[in-house]
């Protein structure tokens, strides 16, 4: 079985001795080529821009200090995500100013949901979905909504989600589950209106996603 080769080996090479003549030439190639996407992570965890620009500016930091002992044992691209994860979370976590509740669906679950009352900061909107989704999804707690971002924005496998977020799939699978669960509560007590049936992950026997799940919402 041929193994996927990463696109960014050679530049990655380059960045691994910050004093070589084109150590910042093929940081700048890394930073343009995947600053969108890891802002686009970032906004989903966080809710907002000015976090978000934040913990992108942190993620591409540690990346700085972080890129010589980055060993190739995945691609580049999911090592990075890993990061933007971690920070993202971390930057949620130093500024939320309440205590996480736990909404309790049963006595055998429990689903992690953030502030219940949506504020300023939550009423951003990004491009790839609704104002009132990116609100339902604001009310989520970092890790769940870091899951969606990677497995909507990013369209990761599970395979891939095992490998950027360092989980079991079977704690992948059940982290989906409950985070489309806690979505779904969140908007069908905020957002009555808003149909997201057909925007939720419609998962096959293969763990494959459906033509019209979450991530395709214009």
Same mark, same amino acid.
């Given at each position: ?8 080996t050679e530049l990655i ?5 910050p004093g ?10 890394l ?21 978000a620009?934040?913990?992108? $500016?942190?993620?591409f ?5 972080k ?35 736990v ?32 609100? %339902?999804?604001? $009310? ?5 909504? %870091? ?13 891939d ?10 704690t992948?699978?059940?982290?989906l589950?409950?985070?489309?669960? %806690? ?8 957002f ?15 763990g494959?996603? %459906? ?8």
């Open positions: 079985m041929e193994l996927l080769r990463d696109p960014d090479a380059v960045c691994r001795d070589s003549d084109g150590f910042e030439e093929a940081f700048e190639v930073f343009q080529r995947y600053r969108e996407r890891v802002y686009a992570i970032a906004f989903r965890v966080a809710g907002n821009q000015s976090d620009m934040d913990i992108v $500016q942190e993620s930091a540690l990346l700085f200090r890129l010589a002992s980055f060993k190739g044992n995945s691609l580049f691209s999911t090592w990075l995500f890993r990061i933007v994860v971690n920070c993202s979370i971390d930057h949620r976590r130093r500024t939320q100013s309440h205590r996480v509740p909404l309790t669906v049963d006595q055998d679950n429990a689903i992690e949901v953030a502030d219940v009352a949506p504020g300023p900061r939550d009423r951003a909107i990004v491009h790839e979905v609704g104002d009132q989704v990116q609100q %339902a999804i604001s $009310q989520l707690s970092p890790k769940l909504r %870091a899951i969606l971002a990677l497995r909507y924005l990013e369209e990761m496998s599970y395979e989600l095992a490998a950027t977020l360092e989980l079991s799939m079977g992948i699978k059940s982290r589950a409950r985070a489309h669960l %806690a979505l779904e509560h969140v908007v069908r007590s905020r009555p209106t808003l149909d997201i049936s057909r925007k939720l992950e419609v998962e096959d026997d293969s494959g996603v %459906a033509s019209d799940s979450f991530g395709g919402v214009g």
